[in-house]
């Protein structure tokens, strides 16, 4: 069973929709370019934000994430 995506708050829901709204597959690749843009900025907290929601499109692009689970 592969473990869920840490999330820490709404805001991390509501730019990976976004995300993947306009992105579309390719969604994933853009929050980590994103990150790798705060990284190179020395912004740690933003880079972690956009690696949060990389995996977060990750787990949710998945065929199983639809599943239930308590």
Do not use: Y
């Amino acid at each position: 069973m592969a473990s869920l995506p840490f999330v820490a708050d709404i805001s991390t829901w509501e730019d990976a929709a976004t995300l993947m709204h306009r992105f579309g597959a390719d969604a994933g690749d853009e929050a980590a370019t994103r990150a790798d843009r705060c990284r190179n900025k020395g912004n740690i907290h933003r880079f972690c934000h956009w690696r949060q929601i990389e995996r977060l499109i990750v787990h949710l692009a998945d065929e199983g994430a639809g599943a239930l689970r308590h």
